[in-house]
Structure formats: C-alpha cells, structure tokens
C-alpha cells in the first residue's frame, strides 16, 4: 500500500511570504498526485492535479506543484501567501492498481498572519 | 464534476447507539469510497462501495462495525454501529470520475 508523508505540521506565515509544503509518496509505480485543500469549516477542495506530461502543475488560486519522480515527490508552492490562504493541505496519491483508491498525508495546517 | 450531498450533515449520539450517513451523488458512479477523518488527523479510508456487490474494507474496518449499503449507482449509506467516544469524527462520502475523486461536505459526528 501507498504511504503518502507531510513533514510539516503546521506552518505559519506572514502574508506575501513564499511556501512550499513538502509531499512524498512511497509507491515506485505509475502514480496521480493531488493536493486538496480544506478551508476552515468547508469540505475538501481540489488545488491541483498531476497525471502525466509537465512535471510542473498549476492549479487554482496561484498554487503550482512539482513533481519529482527521482525524488517520490510533489511539493506544493505559491510565492505569495494570502491570509485567505489559511487553511489545512492534504497531499494524495492514487495509485494504478486499480483500487481507485486515494492514500492521503496527515495534512499541513498553514496559518497565514496578516 | 460531482455534486454529493450528505446527511446528517452533524449529529451528537450517545454511546452504543447507531447512526446511518446517508450519501447522494448528482450522477450516475460505479466506485464510492467512505473516509474518515479524525480530529487533527487526515482521510482514512474505510471501505469502497460498488453497486451490486459487497462493500470493500480497509485494514482495521469491519463489516459489523460500519455497515454500507449501496443500492443503486447514485446513493449510499454507512452505518456507525454501537458507537463509543473514539468514533467521534468526520464521516466523508466520496466519488471516483476520471482519475479524480470528490468529495461531500461530511457528517460530523459527536459520541457522548
């Protein structure tokens, strides 16, 4: 089974401050990766998406994601941070054996300060 | 896309009791998946639901504790079954369309 790591728990940033959350997966395979978001009280939202092609993703609201096979990785970046960017960030793997099934990280909590 | 609706979307039970999470998609899906999420924890799978077939459980998730009904390609039930205070927790529905999965806005569950 897949194991999908975050490494950090909570960041916490000033606005226009530059982020980069941290996402690695385990599986060696054919691999799709997301980064969902969930604002305060809301329910999971879709950020971004990496199937194939361009390993540099970009998704909604100015975030960008790259994937590093060598490296089993899928950080997620934005430049800027907003205090509207406050949020919890779950990064996913969906793996090719068929289940259909997504393995997500434990989450990242981002507390952005005005 | 998918539009999925759920109910309740929170509810306070008291232990050993029963509640049923209801699910409903806006089309027709053959894969549903059931998550939980914990307090300050991330997306558990609990089981995957196709239609016409019995539900598939995840490691730690049995059959007798979370029931699922899947009785057509748009709706599906889960069941908490004699609830204790550590099933205090987010109940998610969710869909597979395209290599992609979305997901419902969750039924909160309390356990007293």
């Known amino acids: 089974a897949q194991s999908v790591s975050q490494h950090n728990h909570h960041v916490i940033l000033s606005e226009a401050a530059s982020l980069e959350l941290g996402c690695n997966y385990s599986y060696g395979g054919t691999v799709n990766l997301f980064w969902y978001v969930q604002y305060p009280g809301q329910h999971l939202q879709l950020l971004l998406k990496y199937f194939s092609g361009d390993p540099l993703v970009k998704g909604i609201k100015g975030f960008e994601a790259e994937f590093i096979k060598s490296k089993f990785s899928f950080n997620l970046r934005k430049p800027s941070v907003q205090w509207s960017d406050t949020a919890e960030y779950f990064c996913?793997?969906?793996?090719?054996?068929?289940?259909?099934?997504?393995?997500f990280g434990t989450g990242t909590r981002l507390t952005v300060i005005p | 896309s998918a539009v999925i609706s759920q109910k309740p979307s929170r509810d306070i039970c008291q232990r050993g009791t029963s509640l049923t999470i209801q699910c409903q998609v806006d089309?027709?899906?053959?894969?549903m998946f059931w998550y939980r999420q914990q307090p300050g924890q991330s997306l558990t799978l609990i089981a995957t639901a196709n239609q016409g077939s019995e539900a598939t459980y995840e490691s730690g998730f049995v059959i007798d504790k979370f029931p699922i009904s899947r009785p057509n390609l748009t709706f599906s039930t889960l069941t908490v079954s004699n609830m204790s205070p550590e099933d205090s927790s987010i109940y998610l529905c969710?869909?597979?369309?395209?290599?992609?999965?979305?997901f419902g806005p969750g039924t909160r569950l309390t356990v007293l």
């Open positions: 089309s027709q899906v053959t894969m």
């Open positions: 996913a793997v969906l793996d090719q054996t068929g289940a259909n099934n997504l393995f």
């Open positions: 969710s869909v597979a369309g395209g290599n992609e999965q979305f």
